[in-house]
């Protein structure tokens, strides 16, 4: 929620959130998970866009659409970012079909947008991922060792990345143009804050210095080199390429690229953090 309002807070629109609450009497931001609740807070502030993240505002709102006189976005979260404790949650996740909703579940063939948190775990310098799948595991190994890397293998098929990527301990994903849906692995390594290393002869994936290196499948030279100045760099110099991957993904297939769907108008704070990210 806070990544949320910080992008929104960008654009020239004036964010208020509201939280659906089942513990505690109502207070400022929070209602009780009713229709009732929800239509009165809405003709209150009279909001021009109401944003619904998740199964249990989804299906409030969807219910009282006609009565709220003002445009709505229906969001699915994905599965980690649900809250399935609440009879209401529940009965969205089953009705989400019959909804026009846009996704944020990378699982699903579909999906609209991709976030994650923010990963705060530390980086070993020397330690690359590779996805187990990829067909080029035997020759990153062996760079790997040539380039006196440690590579650890993980699964692209993960019900938690945030987890899998931070339990690791590495700011590095090794992966080529050979894996399949290796763009949306890609985007979904930047959005966890992961810089990309990829071997790629179409070029596409990556911006070469933004969210990631490119390097040609012949080019074996350059691979080596970049291992190399990955691990020799300051952890600073690695933070700061972490965030612009992040920032990179955030304009591609994130936050600010779900606020450029809605058509929301940019600050010149904004324009101005896309012109330093994306260069």
Partial sequence: MNELDETLCLYQIEPMFLQIDHEHAPQAGRIKPSMKALLEYVHRYKPH??????SEANVLARLLK???KCETVFNRLPHHLEDVSSKMSRIGFWVRRF???KSWDHEELDSDFIYFGMSTSNIVANRVLVFDEDPMVPDFHRVSEESQFEMLKISSEQE???CE???KESGLLLIS???ENYELLIDIA???GLFTLCMSDSGRGVHDGVNGWLVESTNERRLIKCLKNWRTMGNEARKVLSYHAR???SYHSGLHYFCHILGLTPSQRSIKNKIQSIP
């Fill in 190 to 192: 930047n959005a966890n």
């Fill in 165 to 167: 990527f931070a339990s």
């Fill in 160 to 162: 938690d990345f945030r």
């Fill in 247 to 249: 920032s990179y993904q």
């Fill in 66 to 68: 006609p009565a709220l």
């Fill in 49 to 54: 866009l109401l944003m619904c993240f998740g």
């Fill in 177 to 179: 143009e050979k894996m």
């Fill in 99 to 101: 909804m026009d909703y």
